[in-house]
């Protein structure tokens, strides 16, 4: 795995980094290399979706995928590296944290469910 930025010695992944011009960059590790790895998460998420809730309606069936690749993005965008980002042992754990931030979004905010998807707080009751 590669770690650091490459000149200057290693630093750790995913910290602000301040070159010489003043600018502040932010170094990750996440790299077009990592699509292989995250397709196969993204089908590993589907299968755990599929597993508890086989019987769903159509209609939940159908926005899933959509939903699934929204939760993948925000869990890879917030892994610390690529052995965190991969670990099904704490995927599911993971998974649930970034549900409940995307719940608590208003509807329609940026990274939020959006109306009606498998992740959207039921309108009943408001």
């Known amino acids: 795995m590669q770690q650091g930025n490459g000149a200057g010695g290693a630093k750790p992944m995913g910290m602000m980094n301040n070159d010489a011009g003043g600018n502040n960059r ?3 590790w996440q790299s077009d290399a990592d699509i292989p790895s995250r397709k196969i998460l993204i ?4 299968r755990l979706f599929q597993q508890r809730k086989p ?7 159908q926005k899933l995928p959509d939903f699934v690749l ?10 610390r590296s690529k052995e965190e980002y991969c670990n099904e042992a704490t995927l599911e754990a ?14 329609g905010a940026p990274g939020g469910p959006g109306p009606g998807g498998p992740g959207a707080p039921s309108s009943a009751g408001r």
């Open 26 to 28: 932010w170094k990750t």
């Open 43 to 46: 089908q590993h998420i589907l």
């Open 55 to 61: 019987t769903e309606t159509k209609e939940w069936q």
């Open 70 to 79: 929204r939760l993948e993005e925000a869990v890879y965008r917030g892994a």
């Open 94 to 107: 993971r998974l649930q944290a970034v549900a409940r931030i995307m719940v608590a979004r208003p509807k």
